[in-house]
């Protein structure tokens, strides 16, 4: 399978580095705008066409796919041109701008018979995949809350905020990991260095009760990475920046009992074990793009395909539009 | 000065031991309905009488000033007959379970020359003290957000949710070391066990672009209590669990700077010293105490007074009201 | 039960509050010579009897047992005049100042059938059993090794030194839960501010290739109570800082093969999960006085009696003897 | 400056990544015995000739300098050959298996006026940086203890023990930051899985009260690198796995004061805040070579050379038979 990659700054030397080295896959050539972008793509892969022009990439009659790695506001039309020239379209989280766009592209590619994979990546990692395997097999009961804090001192993006740079992880492994679709939106936020907020916090509501809370922040301090997720029978925290256990689940809980005094309490706590579950080591992104390269083989659609990335986009559409009017509901 | 104590459940017997033993007061007697209860208060303390009958406490002619630590929905007519009674009050917080009660006690202590004092412990930490501190002398520069979560496997209260359970800690700091009063509220939250909500998210619109939020939750399996507070020239964490180094001041930020390129970033990161400040290590409800027998001593209005307390109740009732909507603007 | 308790300065209450709560024990009386202490006792007891008069204690036909709670150098002739007169003995770790003291208390308490309990508390803990559980039921495998750090700014005392003060914790644990006598000890240390040394370090040579180390120190800035045990199948961490999650069991190892390689490495390593057991959650004090007054009922000796102390100061005594040689090796 | 380097295992390709790199070296040719290995090279380097033939590197009119990346007991033939072809030599810790080896290359180098490096890679750590400043500039007072932790489940080496492998880091540290040489050593450790202890621990009486401690394990379920360092006026601690905040130094200390009575204590405590100093980013290594490269061209020796290597092996090879007799004291 041979690829184009265009984007090479922050995210795109991993996509190139892991497409390089994979079985199955080649990378034929780089568009990058940036000189010093491409001096050093041109150093670490002399055997890899580095230009500037990215029409070159997208029309090659020898490249089968193209992986879109450069801001939100370009997937759009990068991918709409990946596509009509019959490649199929690997492109950065969030998917697209606005669900009209992410809509078009699933529509060129349904008729095209091509395949877009969003690059969701923490679905990849060892402990997305056991916190889904968790909730599937029922460790956890009845999900009652989804709660992720993602913070840090942050780089900022300057087409987009705090959300839209932050949030699709959460909202990819959510849209993932828990039943059902969210039915409305509340996101609050605030920008203080320009017109972007830079932070933000955002309510989701789901059916049965489930609610899911987001806090993205690039004005932090610290780095935190951790999710909180409670049911009915246990209760898991993972933690992304512990080197192990990252990943503890919890034997506690509540029951309710009947009680008639004034002063005392209606719960009774239940405790018990905790277990931190050991996780696959893999990288992430090197498993979801040898997946790619599996999906385009055999015809299948990745489970995180446009339609995943545009769920992401919707959830992120509603949220801005939650957070302009400071934080009014928005149903789905 | 002579102080008479309804409540003597799970925080009235910390109040209890402190009027006891400070300098100045002397605690007379203990109205509790719990049997139970009031065997340990007799055990601990064969000096205090130990009624059921509350109004015996509350018409005692030799009693100055009335603890009210008794569940939420009790506060307004304890205190209120404590007040006719000609007694000063202290009062857990909440202060009252809505707006209306609040200023009608405010009305009454005014017009009798009485003191209430709302027990905002918080504010008597060497941490609150010293987070004060800093904000007052400009270390942190212009804030930017206020943001504190507050989580564990708690208490179930069966009058109130997890926002008037837990919020009104943060909320008296916030009104404690921010300048101005929030404008609008947005709240949201779900109950899973009764009708109470059990998890609740919180976000404040303060003047100046100041955002503050507060996580609360009742069914998390690792306690947490933590407070990021960002400003222009440095940023702090409290974590209120750590032995030491509570507080922590972080040399760190933000500036923007002009950047014309496409895939490049808006921001440079600023990074230096960290510093963890000693902090007071006296017992706050201690500090508190000493300082509502000053206040009566002396008849001035401490700061965490009626008014104080009021405002807090402004805010968790808009922040009900907030929530009951999923969400919507309250305006305060 | 009727208890006399000799020294109400810092562990005393403790040991006077639990026997006076206890069912099936009351302590009569109470000598101390600090006026400040014998204020503090009176004013929490007021119905025990405080004095400066040790021997009024000890001499007092109403009472069964006494409780020594003194510095080292008093043990001796308190438990000694206390078994004289026909008194069960509990004594504070260390059991005594050196071996000969310990075994005339032993041999004494024998003829007259009287009990010694050392007072090595750690054993009641829900950790220590949950370890020497693990440890007799074959979680660990074969043990390989116990490594304990047991530091912090620390309580200088002024008759012994660092080892004396918190080794006892460590070896009383070590003789508690491995199999075998340690067979020779090695320790090193360094005295800053007085005579006594303030740094210290001791390892125990066990059969069978257990190898034990403690490291303790009254100079740390930072307090650090963890032990680390490894065995053959699995491996335990036991953090005593840590709120909950205090011993972790530790799915790891490695497994020996074959390699004839130059530049490649022996041994395969063995990863799993990680859990961290519930422990219970009662005082251990409180359990251990409990099980005193048990064995005085039932005239059976405790494990924990005169001849576990007595062990714990020959390791003392031998540590002590090595450390003054620079650490040269001594045969237990 | 044209470097062979020996040796591309686990080390080596950091070697050979940053003389690749940095301006003012190159690498022309690599041995390596390991055809995976060699493999690996050749894909990452195709410039570079890659080859089983050590002599053939060794011999090189090209080259200037070797960099010897091998296990230690290869590492004074290898270093031996180098010099006498007329190459400076940057050696792998720890420098040579013993005393005498280290002795003649240094003697060798002298004769031939070559530069010898060992590679003591933490001396160019931002942290380690910082702590020598500190102690340089009297801010922790006169030094009292140096205590390190560096466990492990770990790479064990089938040609030396886990002293050899770990302690070589703290030692040299000790002698770049501690004044004065060693005294005495004394060692104590065991094996478990096959001739070589997994265990040790590692006592250095210097002059003037100061003692250091090294706690080494390649049996350690969890991974610590920490060291405490104390002072008369400040303590502080190095915790390398923070990703942030490695190094703390608190305002913490005790001062002696007289104290007549029998149970109170002899030294008040001090205490005051605590302070995280940013650390240089860079990468150590590169820091290391870079300066390899100038002491070449400078003629100068660097402070990490033969002699300081040799300083650490001798404190080895003192720790051996120290440990080989169970723990005797042994003279340096």
């Known amino acids: 399978m041979n690829f184009g990659v265009i984007g090479y700054g922050y995210w795109g030397p991993n996509v190139v580095r892991n497409l390089a080295s994979l079985e199955g896959s080649q990378v034929l050539s780089i568009a990058e705008l940036n000189p010093a972008a491409q001096a ?3 150093k670490a892969y002399p055997g890899i ?3 500037a022009d990215t029409s070159e990439v997208l029309t090659s009659p020898d490249i089968d796919a193209i992986a879109v790695i450069t801001p939100v506001w370009t997937h759009y039309e990068l991918a709409k041109a990946a596509l009509e020239n019959g490649k199929h379209v690997f492109v950065e989280k969030p998917f697209t701008s606005n669900v009209a766009q992410g809509e078009k592209l699933i529509d060129l590619a349904t008729r095209k018979n091509l395949r877009i994979m969003v690059d969701h990546t923490f679905l990849f990692t060892g402990a997305v995949r056991k916190i889904s395997q968790q909730l599937r097999e029922g460790t956890l009961g009845k999900l009652y809350y989804y709660d992720s804090t993602r913070v840090n ?4 993006q300057h087409d987009i905020n705090v959300l839209w740079d932050l949030a699709p992880h959460d909202l990819s492994i959510m849209d993932y990991v828990i039943d059902g679709n969210p039915e409305a939106v509340v996101a609050t936020g605030q920008s203080h260095l320009n ?3 830079d932070v933000a916090f955002m309510t989701l509501y789901f059916p049965e009760s489930v609610i899911a809370h987001i806090n993205v922040n690039w004005l932090s301090p610290v780095k935190v990475r951790t999710t909180l997720i409670g049911g009915e029978k246990r209760m898991l925290v993972w933690n992304d920046l512990e080197a192990d256990e990252k990943v503890k689940v919890y034997d506690k809980g509540v029951n309710i009992t ?3 005094g004034l002063y005392s309490l209606l ?8 277990w931190s579950p050991q996780l696959e080591q893999v990288e992430a992104l ?10 385009i083989s055999t015809g299948q659609d990745p489970f995180n395909d446009g339609c995943a990335g545009l769920r992401v986009v919707k959830m992120l559409e509603a949220a801005s539009e939650s957070m302009s009017k400071r934080g009014s509901l928005v149903y789905l």
């Not at 719960?267 to 905790?274: F, H, K, P």
């Not at 090197?286 to 999906?295: G, K």
């Open 267 to 274: 719960v009774n706590y239940r405790s018990g074990d905790m």
């Open 258 to 260: 009947n009680n008639e």
């Open 40 to 42: 050093r793509a041109r």
């Open 286 to 295: 090197r498993q979801e793009l040898s997946y790619f390269v599996d999906c």
């Open 153 to 156: 001192l942050g780089l900022f």
């Open 195 to 197: 017109c972007h907020e």
């Open 49 to 51: 066409r580095v230009t």
